[in-house]
DNA sequence: CCGGGCGGTGAGAGCGCTCTCATAGACGCT
DNA sequence: AGCGTCTATGAGAGCGCTCTCACCGCCCGG
């Protein structure tokens, strides 16, 4: 309240009378641009330090008609995302990125259907130069919302439907589920079942058919769905029981449900991995090394594919639309994963 | 690429045009104010809907030197925020509350002490008209550079400083810790331990206070220091365990560090909770609903608290520096916790 | 029938910045 | 010495919006 510096934020004008030069002047050397005697520059810089000048990101933001700012829309009914720290992990490599390209992460979370409208106009409203989208499923309507309000946009996890320029960045679901199941086979495991995740997500569908790469004749009982909450882990995992008592290797599409089956096997007096071997999938570190006994998985690396998006996005802003310079096209990524051995399998 | 709107954004002038009225009378319809005769309001909206008009909010923050933006800083050391999902709650909190006053959430994650410059900049450039401010040590330096910014702001969690004018919103730490420990005597225990959260964070003070206002002359060898991660719950579990072998009780001073604890009792041999009853603080549901067994512990309605904080903040922002018209001066909020009581004790 | 008030509207100044373009020197060449 | 060529700098036009202020009718009271 007292130390307002509101009154007289110093503008570059001010700058410039202080150094003695034109506004012109103090806008380049501000800006970095070459072409300005050293002497005049110095002048300039000590005129900015002086006065503590701060750009008006506003002023600059009229005429530049860029807001190095980018929107990170997290669809919430995945409420996913705020059940294990994947999001925060994938956020903070964002941040990562963004930060050090100079750019702002606006956070938009969506609720119900009124949200989509809000964030559409958002878009279509120019307050960011690209966007990051979350949590989608197959139908959702945001990557469209997004594209008509002429947003570049990336899409974390490879979206449902195919569409030659739709940039996305996911991890190789279905040769991390290959993985997964053959490290079981590995183990000497014949009776292996398979609890996916929700249908309507291609990580999940992803997964599910890495499983039955390997095992194209699995008994088709040995596969249940299940909503990657921990319950839902252990109901699958209970359903798993009762229909094959005899399972002694289980593949969860996420760690979270790992955890729940890990409990429900342990309720029915399973051991693990002596009776039946558990793996799970993404490496979310704070479950896997917190189950018990600590949980073998598939790991993907969340907080790089997070970099990865921004950095995708931040090139695809960047790329003047008609490009002479032959860069080559911003295409969508796919990080290998890798098996993390602990004691579940 | 192919569809970008980007070339044409309609402006206001457009809008005015279209509608035949002046730029003034468009603004004054597009801002809801008064005396405007209906009849123009509504060929001015028409207008609007008709060119897909949205207001350019650079040029609106140039001249109203409003943002409609606030800052939300985590100060990521504290790795806390990331290893369980408290701050997604909270953030959801805030979204919603800003969301419903159209004000923009900028998501600040900080990284070492380099990064405090970059936000201190951030903050003095006048991107946002105020910030919350996460996790925070005793002898942080952010909410000065706050406030030498001249920004408002509302902290989370009480300070370690007492200052008249700094607002914050935090749970009732003290009066839980009293009912967490007053819940194990009333079940009978006699050899209660805590295991505190890192002393240098007030809510680690806060609940270790209300722990000795209950148990004032209780062994000191029954307190041990965690970190609010589960390995450290689990380390101090084992000190307790090893200097007193008798303890029937623990009050931990978070979810994540009593699931640590609990998995430390079972390897023990303790049976929970007829041995040794167990208490966590938080409600962190994904945690607590899903330890085993699951835990009794002290709710704080996070998400709310994450709400408080941005319409704080958001009257502190909007209240006239000299005002008039006695609003109550902005102070900070406490709220009350809960006893949520399931299995562990 | 006239003057004052008042509600509705438009003209225009500016917010702080970037960027184009003109200009003033400095320099190399013929 | 004269000319063109550069390079460093400044002048000034806007970016799209809000807001003040002047203005124009209209209504009311006298």
Not at 36 to 53: C, N, P, T
Not at 132 to 148: I, K, N, Q
Not at 274 to 286: K, L, N, P, T, Y
Request: aromatic share 4%; glycine share 8%; with cysteine.
């Amino acid at each position: 309240m007292s130390d307002q510096s509101f009154a007289s934020r110093p503008t570059l004008e001010a700058v410039a009378a202080r150094a003695g030069v034109s506004r012109a002047t103090a806008s380049r050397v501000v800006n970095g641009s070459e072409g300005v005697r050293a002497a005049l520059a110095e002048r300039v810089r000590r005129a900015v330090d002086e006065l503590g000048y701060v750009p008006n990101q506003a002023a600059r933001t009229l005429v530049t008609r860029r807001n190095d700012a980018i929107a990170v829309v997290v669809a919430e009914p995945e409420t996913r995302f705020f059940a294990d720290p994947f999001f925060a992990q994938q956020v903070r490599g964002i941040s990562k990125e963004l930060t050090a390209h100079d750019n702002q992460l606006v956070l938009l979370l969506t609720e119900g259907a009124a949200d989509y409208q809000r964030v559409g106009r958002y878009l279509a409203g120019g307050h960011v130069d690209g966007a990051l989208l979350f949590s989608l499923h197959d139908d959702d309507s945001l990557p469209m919302l997004a594209r008509r309000a002429g947003v570049p946009t990336v899409i974390g996890g490879r979206p449902g439907w195919s569409d030659a320029d739709t940039l996305y960045v996911d991890c190789d679901n279905r040769g991390g589920a290959r993985d997964a199941v053959r490290h079981l086979l590995g183990l000497g495991r014949r009776r292996i079942a398979h609890i996916a995740g929700p249908l309507d997500q291609t990580a999940s569908v992803d997964r599910l058919d890495g499983f039955r790469d390997v095992l194209p004749d699995n008994d088709p009982r040995l596969t249940a769905e299940g909503d990657f909450t921990p319950d839902g882990g252990a109901k699958a995992m209970a359903a798993l029981l009762e229909r094959c008592p005899d399972v002694d290797a289980v593949f969860a599409a996420s760690d979270v449900m790992a955890s729940g089956a890990l409990r429900m096997l342990r309720t029915s007096g399973r051991r693990v991995p002596e009776d039946v071997a558990v793996i799970g999938f993404d490496d979310i570190v704070s479950v896997s090394e917190w189950t018990d006994p600590p949980l073998t998985t598939i790991r993907q690396d969340i907080e790089e594919m997070g970099r990865m998006m921004a950095r995708l996005l931040l090139r695809t802003v960047a790329a003047p639309a008609a490009n002479g310079t032959e860069t080559p096209a911003p295409a969508p990524i796919v990080t290998p994963t890798q098996l993390v051995r602990r004691a579940s399998a």
